[in-house]
Nanobody
Framework: VQLQASGGGLVQAGGSLKLSCSAS????????MAWFRQAPGKEREFVTA???????FYADSVKGRFTTSRDTSKNTMYLQMNSLKPEDAAVYYC???????????????????WGQGTLVTVSS
């Protein structure tokens, strides 16, 4: 599965952006897709994931501000980011796995397919 992330850009604090991640193969239904992010000088961190059942998981830092969705007909996952904060600035990566177990859904090491990343910059 190849992943293509897009939608990053520059936005003012409090603004919104919508990221997209398109998968070249069918992933929903038998796989998990997720977003991770990495800011300069920081470790990669989990943002959100959609389990094969459709269940969605969020990091505490983005709950209530970010919304994850998917379009199975397009093999695409979306991340609507509202009320953006300067600390949300990072390169956002989408990831996918058909073998990850539920207890590791927040761990990047469990994903074997990664997109190239899209940069989100938030100005204060």
């Amino acid at each position: 599965v190849q992943l293509q992330a897009s939608g990053g850009g520059l936005v003012q604090a409090g603004g919104s952006l919508k990221l997209s991640c398109s998968a070249s193969g069918r992933i929903f239904g038998n796989g998990v897709m997720a977003w991770f992010r990495q800011a300069p000088g920081k470790e990669r961190e989990f943002v959100t994931a959609i389990w094969r059942s459709g269940a969605i998981f969020y990091a505490d830092s983005v709950k209530g501000r970010f919304t994850t969705s998917r379009d199975t007909s397009k093999n695409t996952m979306y991340l609507q980011m509202n009320s953006l904060k300067p600390e949300d600035a990072a390169v956002y990566y989408c990831a996918a796995s058909t073998s990850i177990i539920l207890s590791r859904v927040r761990e990047g090491v469990g994903y074997n397919n990664w997109g190239q990343g899209t940069l989100v910059t938030v100005s204060s």
